[in-house]
């Protein structure tokens, strides 16, 4: 038998989701003034790290999405010329994605703002004490769901 929340974990669940559902509204909002949804500006972001280019498969991994939605999401960017697809030199079955000119052009213009946005409606928000206890519950809960889609 699941046993019942308490009011205290019922508070927080009703928080963390209160609190998640706006800042993806926000965020959410604020790409699409530059046509970019959620996924498109993670992809962009993770391959801004990277000179040579990230794999499908590892992006996938790193992102919230399924392969194929990965798939979609990087021929919608490569359409509008903001990452390039290339086969891998050491497997044949790979491709690398890598973050164009224009990509990077348009990430510099969105990322000020992103981070703005962030800090005002969650990083300025939390105690900086507090920051590494919110970052590590967080990061449990995203854990055991990556778990459970394996």
């Given at each position: 038998m699941?046993?019942?929340?308490?009011?205290?974990?019922?508070?927080?669940?009703?928080?963390?989701?209160?609190?998640?559902d706006r800042l993806q509204r926000a965020v959410a909002q604020q790409l699409r003034a530059y046509d970019?949804?959620?996924?498109?500006?993670?992809?962009?972001?993770?391959?801004?790290?990277s000179t040579d280019g990230i794999g499908?498969?590892?992006?996938?991994?790193?992102?919230?999405?399924?392969?194929?939605?990965?798939?979609?999401?990087?021929?919608q960017?490569?359409?509008?010329?903001?990452?390039?697809?290339?086969?891998?030199?050491?497997?044949?079955?790979a491709v690398l994605l890598r973050l164009t000119p224009k990509g990077r052009a348009l990430l510099a213009r969105v990322l000020p703002a992103h981070v703005a946005l962030v800090r005002e409606l969650?990083?300025?928000r939390i105690d900086p004490a507090d920051l590494a206890i919110v970052r590590d519950a967080l990061a449990a809960v995203a854990a055991t769901d990556a778990a459970r889609q394996r």
């Open positions: 699941v046993r019942a929340l308490s009011d205290e974990e019922l508070a927080a669940y009703f928080a963390l989701r209160g609190a998640g970019l949804t959620e996924v498109q500006f993670a992809i962009l972001a993770q391959l801004s790290a499908m498969s590892e992006l996938a991994r790193g992102l919230v999405v399924t392969k194929s939605g990965l798939t979609y999401q990087a021929g960017l490569e359409g509008r010329g903001l990452v390039a697809r290339r086969g891998r030199t050491d497997d044949d079955r969650f990083i300025d």
